[in-house]
């Protein structure tokens, strides 16, 4: 009988729900596959309370209690009260499963979690971008001497293998600087516009199929994409940036008339994310530029996102993702537990 991973979920809400769906649709593959079972033990969130159950949540009620908009308390075995490092302190588990949200100007309390969960002796995975670039190389070494994993591959394109790409597939490459389009909502929004919509009208839209928050601005100010790119440049280049120190201008300036222009001359427009190593220094930038049919982002639409890496002995290495969901994320995070378990 293979024993059971202990799992620990700070966050529920649409990656951690779709997260809980994908393990209860896998686990026959996981079993089969990897030799795996998991059992989620706890689950935190902000509004609906806690669970603590170290013989196994029932997920299927998890979710049901959440989408009614239930307490999870119900479901709790151990009469748990505290704040969510108490929760991290007393949930019996071998991974924590971050999915809080984002805090682009500090990563808080997202790092926080992640600090305790492994100095607690659990492998930490997060969704969050925040502990990625406020925490990478601390917690990078926190994990190391715990001998426990620190990753977040769905922090940036969801689940499309980034982070995991340049573990082993390009090692012995070097880096020198990227270019795409990192944040699908801004990407939606331009596109809408081209079809005749002003930007309040796009963003009405994004919010009803829910791809835009109550305050717009985290996209379509490009901090969403500010932070995405500091990620890849901490992560990737080894060059610790913050999202306040990328060159940032979003789509607020785009009217409906450059938009026309644009397309009159074949041209679309569309927020560019890029890092570029020039000498010693790195040039950050997140600014909308028009491209033509010769660039690989002019056919990136919708939702969906595009990075092309320029390697030193690979020179433009491009990742497509296409539509992707809270599923996408989740299966980011089950990427990653499955790498902690040294299945991968
Ligand atoms: N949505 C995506 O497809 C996507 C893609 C890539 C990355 N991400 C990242 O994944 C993370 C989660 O995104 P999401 O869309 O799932 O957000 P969400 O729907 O707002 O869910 C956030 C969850 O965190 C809980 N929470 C808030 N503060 C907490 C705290 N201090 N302690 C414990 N739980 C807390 C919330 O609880 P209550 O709801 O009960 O308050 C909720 O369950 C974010 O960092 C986001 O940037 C999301």
Redesign the pocket.
């Known amino acids: 009988m293979m024993e059971p991973v202990g799992l620990v979920l700070?966050?529920?809400?649409?990656?951690?729900q779709a997260f809980a769906q994908l393990l209860l649709e896998k686990q026959a593959e996981l079993a089969e596959k990897y030799g795996m079972r998991c059992h989620v033990n706890g689950i935190?969130?902000?509004?609906?309370g806690a669970a603590i159950n170290p013989d196994g949540i029932d997920l299927e009620e998890a979710l049901r209690i959440v989408r009614e908009g239930g307490q999870l308390k119900q479901l709790d075995a151990s009469d748990f009260s505290g704040d969510?490092l108490d929760f991290i302190q007393q949930s019996p588990g071998d991974v924590m499963v971050e999915?809080?949200?984002?805090n682009p100007r500090s990563g808080q309390?997202?790092l926080e979690?992640m600090r305790a969960a492994l100095s607690k002796g659990m492998h930490a995975i997060t969704?969050?971008?925040?502990p990625v670039v406020y925490g990478f190389q601390e917690l990078t070494a926190l994990a190391s001497g715990k001998g426990r994993k620190f990753l977040f591959e769905?922090?940036v394109m969801?689940g499309a293998p980034i982070f995991s790409l340049f573990r082993q597939p390009l090692a012995g490459a070097r880096l020198l600087g990227f270019s795409g389009i990192l944040n699908s909502c801004t990407n939606l929004l331009l596109e809408r516009m081209e079809a005749g919509e002003t930007l309040e009208q796009a963003i009405a839209y994004g919010a009803s199929i829910g791809i835009t928050e109550t305050d717009p601005s985290n996209d379509v100010d490009g901090w969403d994409a500010s932070i995405k790119v500091a990620a890849l440049s901490t992560v990737l280049m080894g060059h610790p940036l913050t999202p306040l120190e990328v060159d940032r201008t979003g789509i607020r300036g785009i009217t409906l008339e450059m938009i026309a222009e644009a397309k009159e001359a074949g041209q679309r427009w569309k927020l560019v994310c890029s890092l570029e190593r020039k000498g010693e220094a790195f040039v950050a930038r997140v600014r909308p530029e028009t491209v033509g049919p010769d660039s690989p982002l002019f056919s990136v639409g919708g939702t969906s996102s595009f990075v092309v890496f320029n390697l030193d002995v690979l020179p433009g290495l491009g990742v497509l993702e296409s539509d992707?969901?809270?599923k996408?994320?989740a299966f980011g995070l089950l990427a990653d537990l499955i790498y902690t378990q040294g299945k991968a």
């Open positions: 700070v966050g529920f809400g649409n990656v951690g935190m969130t902000g509004r609906h969510t999915t809080t949200p984002v309390p997202a979690h969704a969050n971008k925040g769905s922090a969801d992707p969901s809270p996408t994320t």
